[in-house]
């Protein structure tokens, strides 16, 4: 009788420890369960939140552009937007002013005056090595067809030819010439230039009321040949400063390719535009001393000057105490 109780005790104390044991275990897994979840919980907002500030720190605002200048590539992309308007009026607040018309060569963020100004020597220095890519050859840019990104972007696309290889060599150059630097400059997928005239994300508004754009708008252009754009200068401009009274963004500085440009007169074009400043001038001195000696002529003779001058002088005193 005593071995069944001693055994009986046994049993249950041994029952009591494996359920005390297991018990510890659970809770044990759980609180660890539960710390793991915290601890990840807190990572992703901690990931989270770098991602954002990442992003938000580094939001591209400038870029290099390619301005477009050639009337012809403006006026029938004028016809396009004029053409999409007309069958969709809501589109017009996508549009693309043809002031801001231009190609994107290289998109960056500059966090200040500092970093601006690096961005220009950058600019600067980047003229010689591109101008070593060109060998003294132009880079004529032909715009035909159009199409799309997402159905949210409208744009005229380059042809592909040996000039838009050059051009995508010039921006990988600048692109290292810009992160030697220092400079964020370029985007992580590959460099593809085309001209945009229409993007839905100009008008926040827009984007509620059209979420694509429909490609028939466009059908009748999707093959057009809108002309050359012939690469002669690199913007440094700035996406969010306000722009320019033709449309065209706040421009940081600029780089002139090629041997001579319209805007960059040659000695001799100065040289004759300072002598015709100077004739000029002459001419105006002398005949402003004329007409003085003249009239100090007249004034000495008696000369009908003086004498209505004198009377000019009488009837302001009359009207002077008149007015008294």
Same mark, same amino acid.
């Given at each position: 009788?005593?071995?069944?109780? #001693?055994?009986?005790?046994?049993?249950?104390?041994?029952?009591?420890?494996?359920? /005390?044991?297991?018990?510890?275990?659970?809770?044990?897994?759980?609180? +660890?369960?539960?710390?793991?979840? =915290?601890?990840?919980?807190?990572?992703?907002?901690?990931?989270?939140? =770098? %991602? %954002?500030?990442?992003?938000?720190?580094?939001?591209?605002?400038? /870029?290099?552009?390619?301005?477009?200048?050639?009337?012809?590539?403006? $006026?029938?992309?004028?016809?396009?937007?004029?053409?999409?308007?007309?069958?969709?009026? =809501?589109?017009?607040? *996508?549009?693309?002013?043809?002031?801001?018309?231009?190609? +994107?060569?290289?998109?960056?963020?500059?966090?200040?005056?500092?970093?601006?100004?690096?961005?220009?020597?950058?600019?600067?220095?980047?003229?010689? /090595?591109?101008?070593?890519?060109?060998?003294?050859?132009?880079? $004529?840019?032909?715009?035909?067809?159009?199409?799309?990104?997402?159905?949210?972007?409208?744009?005229?696309?380059?042809?592909?030819?040996?000039?838009?290889?050059?051009?995508?060599?010039?921006?990988? +150059?600048?692109?290292?010439?810009?992160?030697?630097?220092?400079?964020?400059?370029?985007?992580?997928?590959?460099?593809?230039?085309?001209?945009?005239?229409?993007?839905?994300?100009?008008?926040?508004?827009?984007?509620?009321?059209?979420?694509?754009?429909?490609?028939?708008?466009?059908?009748?252009?999707?093959?057009?040949? /809108?002309?050359?754009?012939?690469?002669?200068?690199? $913007?440094?401009?700035?996406?969010?400063?306000?722009?320019?009274?033709?449309?065209?963004?706040?421009?940081? #500085?600029?780089?002139?390719?090629? !041997?001579?440009?319209?805007?960059?007169?040659?000695? *001799?074009?100065?040289?004759?535009? #300072?002598? =015709?400043?100077?004739?000029?001038?002459?001419?105006? *001195?002398?005949?402003?001393?004329? !007409? !003085?000696?003249?009239?100090?002529?007249?004034?000495?003779?008696?000369?009908?000057?003086?004498?209505?001058? *004198?009377?000019?002088?009488?009837?302001?005193?009359? $009207?002077?105490?008149?007015?008294?």
């Amino acid at each position: 009788m005593t071995l069944c109780v #001693s055994l009986f005790r046994f049993v249950h104390m041994l029952i009591f420890l494996i359920n /005390f044991f297991f018990s510890v275990h659970a809770t044990s897994e759980v609180n +660890t369960e539960k710390k793991r979840k =915290r601890t990840t919980g807190r990572e992703i907002l901690e990931g989270s939140k =770098r %991602k %954002k500030k990442k992003k938000k720190q580094y939001q591209p605002n400038y /870029f290099i552009s390619i301005p477009i200048t050639n009337p012809e590539i403006t $006026d029938g992309i004028r016809a396009v937007q004029d053409a999409i308007i007309q069958k969709d009026h =809501r589109l017009s607040k *996508a549009m693309v002013r043809c002031g801001s018309l231009h190609v +994107t060569m290289l998109v960056m963020h500059l966090s200040g005056e500092e970093e601006i100004g690096i961005a220009v020597d950058a600019l600067s220095d980047s003229k010689d /090595f591109v101008e070593d890519l060109l060998k003294g050859k132009t880079v $004529d840019l032909s715009f035909q067809g159009i199409d799309h990104f997402k159905n949210e972007v409208g744009f005229v696309k380059l042809t592909e030819n040996d000039h838009t290889a050059i051009l995508t060599e010039i921006a990988e +150059t600048m692109k290292k010439i810009f992160q030697e630097k220092g400079i964020l400059a370029g985007e992580g997928r590959a460099f593809k230039p085309h001209l945009t005239f229409m993007k839905l994300s100009k008008s926040t508004q827009l984007r509620k009321e059209v979420k694509k754009i429909d490609s028939s708008l466009y059908e009748d252009f999707k093959s057009q040949y /809108f002309g050359d754009e012939v690469l002669h200068r690199l $913007d440094l401009c700035s996406m969010l400063k306000k722009k320019q009274p033709n449309g065209y963004y706040y421009c940081e #500085s600029s780089v002139f390719l090629g !041997e001579k440009h319209a805007a960059e007169p040659d000695d *001799a074009e100065l040289v004759s535009l #300072s002598k =015709r400043l100077v004739e000029n001038a002459v001419l105006k *001195a002398v005949q402003q001393y004329l !007409e !003085e000696t003249q009239n100090k002529t007249r004034q000495t003779d008696g000369s009908p000057v003086k004498t209505e001058e *004198a009377a000019s002088g009488t009837k302001n005193e009359s $009207d002077n105490d008149n007015s008294k």
